[in-house]
């Protein structure tokens, strides 16, 4: 197996195309061939290992591409399997974010955690429209149902600003999130709890989805509340859909992860 290739490769996902960018990577090489007829997984000392052909695939960073959930390395696994003839990162969401787990966050686990608490401060769920009705009763349907969870779940009271002023809000609420998000010890828990919460700019949202208040879908529809009626105003932005599409597979590759590991 080439670490090259993998390096080359899985380091970075590939965003969706539009025509500025697919000039710009028309002078990229080529996707490699796929160069193993079988992806599996088999047990070490380290945990359950991805091996390509019977040999141990690694990270981007060298490292043995090994997780402690037999379930993950079987879901890696098939990301691996179902590539064609050629490896396309964009269909390996799981494994770009395993990759970063393993070769980042693990070493830089509380760095991530306070990375992931300081979004309370900003929360997406606590800025809201202050017209039309419809939106601000969207917004209110979507949103204050998972902030009433954080109240009774977490501890953690917002306050909520319209229009986009800044709100402080209380220390002990921030207190209270970051030692939520500091409660989640697993590198690779914290990694898509991580991608969660910046694909929507909610801290709630993805520590709901880590809690399993809300599910993966219920969540991402929610941080789209804003864009889904703009669209039901103004219509459909083709490429903006074919953008939020890429970044669900990322996002639903996230919430699949913590799952897995929370």
């Known amino acids: 197996m080439s670490d090259d290739t993998l390096r080359d490769w899985l380091g970075e996902p590939r965003q969706p195309s539009d025509p500025l960018r697919a000039a710009r990577e028309a002078s990229r090489p080529p996707l490699p061939k ?14 359950h290992r991805l ?24 879901a890696l696994a098939q990301e691996w399997g179902a590539q064609g003839e ?7 969401p799981l494994t770009r974010i ?3 787990a393993l070769d980042g966050v693990a070493a830089q686990a509380e760095a991530v955690a306070a990375d992931i608490a300081a979004y309370a401060g900003s929360d997406l769920l606590v ?27 977490l501890g953690a009271r917002f306050t909520l600003s319209e229009g986009v002023m800044h709100v402080a809000q209380p220390e002990g609420s921030l207190a209270a999130v970051a030692r939520a998000v500091g409660a989640v010890d697993n590198p690779l828990a914290l990694t898509g709890l991580h991608v969660m ?15 399993r208040h809300l599910t993966a879908e219920a969540a991402w529809e929610a941080a789209h509340v804003d864009e889904t009626f703009q669209a039901s105003v103004w219509g459909r932005d083709e490429e903006a859909e074919v953008r939020r599409a890429a970044r669900k597979v990322e996002f639903d590759a996230a919430a699949r992860l913590v799952a897995l590991t929370a």
Request: negative net charge; charged residues 25%; proline residues 7%.
């Open 86 to 92: 050629v490896i396309d990162p964009s269909r390996m």
């Open 197 to 211: 919460t910046t694909m929507t700019g909610s801290v709630l949202l993805a520590l709901a989805v880590l809690h």
């Open 34 to 47: 796929r160069f193993y007829a079988e992806a599996g997984v088999t047990e070490a000392e380290d945990g």
């Open 51 to 74: 091996v390509l052909d019977g040999r141990p695939a690694r990270t981007p960073g060298r490292r043995m591409l090994a997780v402690p959930q037999a379930a993950l390395a079987e």
């Open 127 to 153: 800025y809201r429209a202050g017209d039309p009705e419809r939106l601000v009763a969207r917004q209110s349907a979507a949103w204050d149902p998972v902030l009433d969870w954080a109240r009774q779940a």
């Open 98 to 100: 395993v990759n970063t």
